[in-house]
């Protein structure tokens, strides 16, 4: 990479990171899980991960 970058290649714009937060609901996207079972699962883990990391989950898309 460094090579490139001294002949005059910018590569920044093309390695971007495409994933960007999404608008959609997390609980929404969990409450199409079945069976419950796993839907009650996701949203215990969901919790979990929220309380350890201090932050909201956001779906990335």
Known sequence: MTR???IGID??????????PSKDS????????EPLQ???DCFQFLHLMEKLVGEKAKLLG
Not at 11 to 17: F, H, P, T, V
């Open 11 to 20: 590569l920044s714009k093309e390695m971007a990171n495409k994933t960007q």
């Open 26 to 33: 997390v609980a929404d996207y969990l409450n199409t899980e």
């Open 4 to 6: 490139l970058l001294r």
């Open 38 to 40: 796993k839907e009650e």
